[in-house]
C-alpha cells in the first residue's frame, strides 16, 4: 500500500487504541481513501440538497454518491499536482450562504440549525462539502473550457432544432437569435465540458487501481 493509505490505516488503529468510534475504509483511490463517515456526510448533503428526506434514500442512491466521491477523489489527486489556488473561507462561505438560500429561503438562523440536524449534519459539514464542490469544479472549468471552441454554426442550428421548440412548447416567446447566443454558446460549452470531464475520468479510473473494501450497504442512512 501507498505511503497515503498507510498513513490512514495508523490513525484508525489509533483511533481504535484510544476508544473512539472506528471509522472505516470503504474504498482505496490510488493514493487516497474513502472513509465510511465521508460517504454518510455525502450521501446526507445530497439529501438536503435535493429536499429528499432520509427515509426515502435507498442503497442504490448511497452507491451512486459513492461513485460520485470515487469521481471527485480522483480529481482532487489530480489538482494536488497542480498550482492551483483553492477556493478561499471566504469563497466558501459566500457558496454556503447562497446553498442555504437555495434549500431554506425563508428560514432564519434556528429553522436552518434545525433542518441541518434532522439531516444529522452541522455548519462544518456543509463547508466541507461546499470546499471540495467549488475546488474540483474550478479545476474542471481551468482543465477543459480553454480549450472549448463553439462554431457559430452550431449555435444557430441549436438555436432553431432545440431553443425554439423548447420555448415554444412552453408557451413563451423566444428571443431573437443575436439576444440568446450568448447563452446558448455557454449550453454547448458546458456540454462539451461534461464530455471531456466523463471521458477523463473514465481514462483515470482505467489507470489507476481502485478496490472496494466494503461491500454495499442495503440499509437507507436515517436513523
Not at 480549450?147 to 423566444?174: C, E, H, M, W
Not at 456540454?191 to 437507507?220: T, V
Amino acid at each position: 500500500m501507498r505511503k497515503h493509505v498507510q498513513l490512514a490505516l495508523l490513525f484508525l488503529l489509533a483511533a481504535a487504541a484510544m476508544g473512539k468510534t472506528l471509522d472505516r475504509i470503504v474504498v482505496v483511490v490510488d493514493k487516497g481513501v474513502i472513509l465510511a463517515s465521508h460517504w454518510d456526510q455525502a450521501v446526507r448533503y445530497e439529501a438536503l440538497v435535493e429536499g429528499k428526506d432520509l427515509n426515502v434514500v435507498t442503497a442504490d442512491d448511497r452507491e451512486k454518491t459513492l461513485d460520485r466521491l470515487i469521481d471527485q477523489e480522483l480529481l482532487q489527486q489530480q489538482l494536488a499536482g497542480t498550482t492551483y489556488q483553492r477556493a478561499s473561507a471566504e469563497e466558501i462561505a459566500a457558496k454556503a450562504r447562497d446553498l442555504r438560500r437555495q434549500v431554506a429561503p425563508n428560514a432564519d438562523d434556528a429553522q436552518w440549525q434545525a433542518r441541518l440536524q434532522r439531516y444529522g449534519l452541522d455548519e462544518e459539514d456543509v463547508r466541507e462539502r461546499v470546499a471540495i464542490q467549488l475546488d474540483v469544479l474550478r479545476f474542471v472549468e481551468a482543465r477543459f473550457r480553454p480549450s472549448i471552441r463553439i462554431d457559430p454554426r452550431t449555435i444557430d442550428a441549436y438555436y432553431k432544432n432545440t431553443f425554439l421548440p423548447q420555448v415554444r412548447s412552453a408557451g413563451g416567446q423566444p428571443p431573437p437569435l443575436k439576444d440568446a447566443r450568448a447563452a446558448i454558446e455557454e449550453i454547448l460549452v458546458q456540454q462539451r465540458i461534461d464530455d471531456l470531464l466523463g471521458a477523463y475520468l473514465k481514462n483515470l479510473r482505467a489507470q489507476i487501481r481502485i478496490r472496494r473494501l466494503e461491500p454495499a450497504q442495503k440499509e437507507p442512512v436515517a436513523r
